[in-house]
Structure formats: structure tokens, C-alpha cells
């Protein structure tokens, strides 16, 4: 079984459709995250949830929120998409001292 | 397909020993490598970063890198480690345009007194 898996794996869609990338993990950890790989390929945390409660947001547009409806699931919803919004987005999870795992990418393009 | 093998669980050293973890990935170009640290209950924070041009590569924190083509490898070092240098290292490889990250499965380091 996959630990971190996320959906989908390749999203192409239009400027301001809405969209959501969905990830679910299996490993009982308490905090999930979201993290941004931009044109450079660095990562950048954008949210990170523990146990359903949002404990980092870093500075992204409002159109973007994540949704975690338990602790095993955190969805990324994002409203009027922009060209800057294309990106590969992963998800990753980690318990309390443990180390992350992530899923293997979303990749956004908007066109 | 990319992949990325740290072979290395865990290592432990000494405070003030030196420190290398392993990294070698698969690509068929010449690929995009990175080194990241994830520090006790936080995030991912970007060591160092190969995109082409020396192999030896420096990073923040101390720590040095080497891209040896050959060995498909980029190993981690540094010279001397401190107590803060306890962390989680991920290695990950990118292609040189457009394809996501991959990771490795990461190194656990802990510092002994």
C-alpha cells in the first residue's frame, strides 16, 4: 500500500476554474503538509496540519485552502486559478520526531 | 524513471566527527540534486543544490556536496557536526526541465555527545 498517496498525478485545466488535489495517508501520522516545488524545483512549505488543526500557513494567496476532514486526509482546494499557480505540489506526512514521506507530486498546469 | 537511494537509515556520529550520507540516484541525464534537512518538527529547508558546473558543490550550515557522474552519486558531507546537526537528510533529483522531484527515503543522524 501506498503511505502517501495523492490525486491526481497530472491536473491541466483552465485560468479561473477551481480545482482540488486530494491526499491521504496511511502511516497514522499526526501532521500532513502541503509544499509548493517551484519553476526552480526548490520546495516551499505553503500549510501543515496537525491532527486536523492548522499549525503552519506560510504566505499564499487566499485562493488556496487546505481542507483536512481527519487526520489521515489533507486536500488542497484551489479558487480562480492563475498561470503563476502551475506547479508541481506534493504532500507529505510525519509523526511526532519522525521523518517526512511524501507523495509522489501533483503536477499543475494552467493554461 | 528518476530514483534516488540513500542507503543509510540511520548514522550516528560523535559531536565533532565528521559526517557523509550517501545519496545515488537513477537518471538517464545529467539531473538536478538536492540536499534537504528536516529538523525536529519542522519543515524541509534546502542544504545545497546541483545544477551543473563544479561538482563540488557548498551549502548552508557548513556542508558540502560532490557530484561524481561515474558513481551516480552526490554524497553529503561535513567536516565537523555539531549537536544541532541532529536532523532527518533527504536527497531528491529533478530533470533538468519540467519533471517533479523525486526523493529518497532519508537519513536519520544522530549526534552524540
Known amino acids: 500500500d501506498t503511505a502517501v498517496s495523492q490525486t491526481p498525478k497530472y491536473l491541466v485545466t483552465q485560468m479561473g476554474n477551481d480545482k482540488s488535489i486530494k491526499c491521504e495517508q496511511n502511516?497514522?501520522?499526526?501532521?500532513m503538509y502541503w509544499y509548493k516545488q517551484d519553476s526552480k524545483k526548490f520546495l516551499k512549505i505553503m500549510f501543515s496540519?496537525?491532527?486536523?488543526?492548522?499549525?503552519i500557513n506560510e504566505t499564499v494567496p487566499n485562493r488556496f485552502s487546505p481542507k483536512s476532514p481527519d487526520k489521515a486526509h489533507l486536500n488542497l482546494h484551489i479558487n480562480s486559478l492563475e498561470l503563476g499557480d502551475s506547479a508541481v505540489y506534493f504532500c507529505a506526512s510525519g509523526g511526532s520526531g519522525e521523518k517526512l514521506f511524501f507523495g509522489s507530486g501533483t503536477q499543475l498546469s494552467v493554461l | 524513471a528518476q530514483s534516488v537511494t540513500q542507503p543509510d537509515i540511520h548514522i550516528t556520529v560523535s559531536e565533532g566527527a565528521s559526517l557523509e550520507l550517501r545519496c545515488n540516484y537513477s537518471?538517464?541525464?545529467?539531473?538536478?540534486l538536492f540536499w534537504y534537512v528536516q529538523s525536529p518538527g519542522q519543515g524541509l529547508q534546502l542544504l545545497l543544490k546541483?545544477?551543473?558546473?563544479?561538482?563540488l558543490v557548498q551549502g548552508i550550515k557548513g556542508f558540502e556536496a560532490e557530484f561524481k557522474r561515474s558513481q551516480s552519486s552526490f554524497n553529503l558531507r561535513k567536516p565537523s557536526v555539531h549537536w544541532s546537526d541532529a536532523a532527518e537528510y533527504f536527497c531528491?533529483?529533478?530533470?533538468?526541465?519540467?519533471?517533479?522531484?523525486?526523493f529518497g527515503g532519508g537519513t536519520r543522524v544522530l549526534v552524540k555527545p
Open positions: 537518471y538517464g541525464a545529467t539531473p538536478y
Open positions: 531528491a533529483v529533478g530533470a533538468a526541465a519540467g519533471n517533479k522531484l523525486t
Open positions: 496540519y496537525n491532527n486536523k488543526e492548522l499549525i
Open positions: 502511516l497514522g501520522h499526526d501532521t
Open positions: 546541483y545544477f551543473s558546473g563544479d561538482t
